[in-house]
């Protein structure tokens, strides 16, 4: 078996979609000061692009929990493997994730932020598999929604593999005879 990958969102349009979620945060959080709370290390790409196009005052800070394993189920608890350096309490935090697939992930996590008391806390996708979802998560921004298809690049891995591609694709398995 070997894998393919196939372009499903191309650079450009991907870099357009997150230009436009920029303005659209920006608007939505005009006058307030916006911290941003990356899901490592899917989000990362996705923040880092984003942030430049938020022009209220921007912090970052960053955040591991895991619950995949090196396959492409979700367990359905999460681990801390990495917690954010900065308190929450009182800010205007909007998470941002790579995908949201069964929302097990971003449920758990929510809960976890929302009992440090921010002002306030919204979360962001690049994608989302609404298809997939086993708990419901209110999501307040998606780039794109997607069926339900194991994709990588822009911060989206496949065993590790692929997140340094600009562009969103979609793993094919070919067998090789
Ligand atoms: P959830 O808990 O099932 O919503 O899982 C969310 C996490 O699973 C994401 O943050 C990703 O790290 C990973 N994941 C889910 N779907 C994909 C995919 O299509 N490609 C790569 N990673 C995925
Ligand atoms: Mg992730």
Known sequence: MS???EVVFSEETV???IREMGKQISAAYEGKELHLIC????GSFF?????KYITVPVS????????????????GNIKINK??????AGKH????????DSGRTLSHLMELLESRRPESLALCTLLDKPERRVIEVDVDYIGFEIPDLFVVGYGLDYAQK????PYIGKVCFDNIS
């Open 162 to 165: 692929y997140r340094n591609l």
């Open 39 to 42: 899901v490592l290390r899917g």
């Open 3 to 5: 894998e393919r990958i």
């Open 47 to 51: 923040m880092c692009e984003l942030a």
């Open 83 to 88: 917690d954010l350096d900065d308190p929450i």
């Open 93 to 100: 935090v909007l998470v941002v994730e790579d995908i949201i």
């Open 15 to 17: 870099k357009e979609r």
């Open 60 to 75: 970052i800070d960053f955040m591991s929990v895991s619950s995949y394993g090196a396959g492409t189920e979700s367990s």
